[in-house]
């Protein structure tokens, strides 16, 4: 006996016109594998329907937010590398398109003697920094008491100044006072 379309209209959830619901009831008043089909499909509609929804482990949510998170950085971090990585790649790219473009116009070998020389240069600049560094701390500890000196002296002297300054703008400003003539 053929089970088809009657499976398909027990399990589809579409709804059957008239004429084929009652075809299925006359299939399932025939068939009792496809009658008990029916209704174990019906139990369990009716269990799912009526059964309350399962309570989560105690826990779970914050289990959940902190897992979430930790994924989100994952993700995060892998697409900053993918960034990363991609912009190298196109940053080398461009660099070879544009040496193999220009390769015609390049002298390799001025090229590296130049390099060679700025190289040089540049390490003769940090042994030449370096050793001013060095002596500069050297001459530190003698030069302090020196420069406390010469510094207080300096800041006394221009508040010297300064007073005298303030002093004369004060005078230059100021009203004078007309004597009376003698009686």
């Not at 370096?130 to 508040?159: E, Y």
Request: with cysteine.
């Amino acid at each position: 006996m053929s089970h088809q379309p009657y499976e398909t209209f027990l399990f589809s959830n579409e709804t059957i016109n008239a004429q084929q619901q009652q075809q299925l009831d006359r299939h399932l008043a025939r068939c009792e594998p496809c009658s008990s089909l029916a209704a174990a499909l019906t139990d369990l509609d009716e269990l799912f329907t009526n059964s309350p929804a399962p309570d989560p482990a105690p826990g779970f949510t914050q289990r959940w937010q902190v897992r979430l998170s930790a994924d989100h950085q994952k993700r995060q971090n892998r697409n900053l590398w993918l960034l990363t990585i991609g912009l190298f790649v196109l940053a080398w790219l461009i660099i070879v398109f544009i040496l193999t473009y220009h390769l015609q116009y390049i002298n390799l070998a001025y090229e590296l003697s130049q390099l060679i020389a700025r190289v040089s240069r540049f390490t003769a600049e940090v042994r030449s920094s370096l050793s001013l560094f060095r002596s500069l701390i050297n001459t530190l500890p003698f030069m302090i008491p020196i420069m406390l000196v010469f510094g207080s002296g300096t800041l006394l002297a221009l508040t010297a100044l300064t007073l005298t300054w303030f002093s004369a703008i004060i005078k230059l400003y100021s009203p004078i006072q007309k004597r009376g003539k003698p009686a």
